[in-house]
């Protein structure tokens, strides 16, 4: 047989590589499940009625009303910072792991090795649109015009997703050398949950005089302001809940800690490449 | 060699760690002061330079742990060498494992593109050869099952299919030339002429050095990270083979007198030669049935056991040897044991002879002990004979004319 040969480009963008292992990620996690995709958002809607059940009707917590759009539905209050919530916790959790899941194919071939944990990002990125597609459903059905604001929407998703690869490219690496920073990441992003108004609201941070809650001796709603996932939900809600454009100064926090991870996350990332196929 | 490399390796070092206590947990690094406990580098490779010629095929040779392999993943960027570059012209396939990276729930199909392309082939590249890859594979009526079905031979013919299917300018390969069946196997070999026949350079690492001296067209042998020699195929695996022949002789080096000399007592306590009567004797006779009989301690053996009996003539000239091919005595007696073998009829002329005998592993790997040269006796002229006899056996037989 005639051997043919075609000049291929070593040093580009592999595109095809990150969709393949995207897809098969993809594939992999609802292959074999009579659901398949429905899980993914099957997960997500059962959370949101746990959610609205115990914090709503038992805690009584009550949500804002939404400026201008006047919604006052603790659900879908929840709705648009939950998710977006829970693809920074998927994406950071499954890209931290990637590079232990390919052990295999790391030590055997070579190829762009940033490619995996931004595949698994990306994977993450895909049921992430489709649940934010149901809730711009149900939002429209709720009454709110999300249409318009959708194009932003997008934008803001894309930042977070080179947020969420940039944590990912930093953990991943450090993950091959020290085994346990996958349990570390676990309780960091249980912690970050808990510190990121997603279940309350902003006016729980402050007292029945209208002066803030202070943790040793510090303003809590400042501290927030260095919680990146804060100014991140705090947009999706403007966007989605609220209907109007986030302010400037949460465009502006969302922007650098953006870059700060990316820049961070690639120059780690670099440096510890080179031996990941020792060290795993 | 006029024409640029397509492999220059430059004064390549490639150290390893070897930690000794891997430190994989946060709690103990941080113990230790972030000093990730103590470990031994390991030199893998030792300034190594050498280049491949395009369009060649070059062999890497050299025991378990020489660096070979080493060299092969670094050409393949897997590991990045401590020291020096190595430059690699031209679009790598390495077949180090095959099958990595296949997904155990996708189907053949799915697998071959997204292997593919961890291999850096495009989607359009892959449309193009899809067919040659399934033909060549010979799955094609499992190709759209999901591959945890296939049998591990399905599995690693539908991953070298994909490699060799890239059509590389430079192949890498590691000691997969064994897999599949013989029909397979063939496949293969004639798609390494292909790819040579179009240009391609290939670098082999092996243990088979028959099939490298044929396949090759240089060598490189390694011991211990360094590049001991590096030429055309034959000289050197004539200079590795002459090297690992004297290591092994230095390795068997127990002898039955050494034990003697050290004061401690031989394994092999008795070598005989045996007479026509089976009584042990001297003097033997040609064409006369005799026997040769060990005895040895086969509870300090413990194993099984094969025996070698050589038969040298005293000037040092080497008449014949013989072994049981395999393990005789299964080494769970305790005590002493004879192993004797024995010959219708000798087929050896007059002279003097010396027995050498060797107690062996059921491989007939290693030696626990071996005698050389030890008993020595005479072999009388069969009467029979009327002629002078010359040169090493007695063909026996009788003469007529017709």
Known sequence: MPVTRSRRSTGGFPRELLLNLTLRELRGKFKRSAIGWGWSVINPVVTITVYSIVFSMFLKIEPPVGDPSGLHTYALFLMCGLLPWLFTFNGLMGSVTTLIANEGLIKKVYFKRWVLPTSSVLAWLVSFLIEMGVVAVVLLIAGNMVLPWLAVVLALVALQTLFVLGLGLLFAPINAYFRDVEHFTGIFLNIWFWATPIIYPMTVLYRKDGSPQEIFGLSVPNLMNLNPMYHFVTAYRDLLYNLRLPDASTWLYIVVATACSLLLGSWVFGRLEARLAEEL | ?402
């Open chain 2, 1 to 402: 060699m006029s024409a640029a490399p397509a492999i220059a390796v430059e004064h390549v070092t490639k150290r390893f760690r070897l930690l000794h206590d891997r430190n994989g947990t946060l709690k103990a690094t941080v113990l230790n002061g972030f000093r990730r406990t103590t470990y031994e580098e390991f030199l893998a490779l030792d300034d190594v330079s050498l280049e491949v010629p395009e369009g060649s095929t070059y062999g890497l040779i050299g025991e378990n742990g020489s660096g070979k392999s080493t060299l092969l993943k670094c050409m393949a960027k897997i590991y990045r060498p401590d020291k020096g570059r190595i430059d690699v012209r031209g679009k790598v396939s390495a077949l180090l494992e095959l099958g990595a990276g296949f997904h155990p729930e996708l189907s053949g199909r799915e697998n071959v593109y997204l292997n593919a392309s961890i291999l850096g082939m495009s989607r359009r590249d892959v449309d193009g050869c899809f067919d040659d890859i399934v033909e060549f594979s010979g799955l094609e009526r499992f190709i759209d099952t999901p591959v945890k079905n296939y049998s591990s031979g399905m599995y690693v013919r539908l991953g070298f299919a994909v490699a060799i299917n890239v059509d590389p300018e430079v192949l890498l390969v590691d000691e997969i030339l064994a897999v599949g069946d013989e029909a397979f196997q063939t496949r293969c070999t004639e798609k390494f002429s292909d790819l040579k026949r179009s240009g391609s350079t290939i670098v082999v690492v092996s243990h088979g050095l028959d099939q490298m001296r044929n396949l090759c067209d240089r060598i490189a042998w390694f011991e211990h990270g360094v590049l001991q020699a590096e030429g055309p195929s034959g000289q050197v695996v004539d200079q590795y083979l002459k090297q690992v022949r004297s290591d092994r002789t230095a390795y068997a080096a127990r002898t039955r007198d050494s034990a003697i000399e050290a004061g401690e007592t031989p394994i092999i306590s008795r070598i005989e030669a045996l007479d026509a009567d089976g009584r042990s004797s001297e003097l033997l006779r040609t064409g006369a049935p005799a026997a040769f009989r060990v005895t040895f301690d086969e509870g300090r053996i413990g194993e099984p056991v094969a025996v070698a009996i050589g038969l040298f003539r005293v000037d040092g000239t080497h008449v014949t040897s013989v072994n049981t091919g395999g393990a005789i005595v299964d080494g769970t007696g305790r005590g002493q044991r004879s192993v004797t073998l024995s010959v219708p009829s000798l087929p050896v002329i007059t002279g003097r002879y010396a027995l050498s005998v060797a107690l062996h592993d059921a491989n007939l790997m290693h030696v626990h002990e071996r005698a050389d040269r030890t008993v020595q006796f005479e072999i009388e002229p069969d009467p029979a004979y009327t002629s002078p006899q010359r040169g090493i056996t007695a063909l026996g037989g009788t003469w007529s004319a017709s």
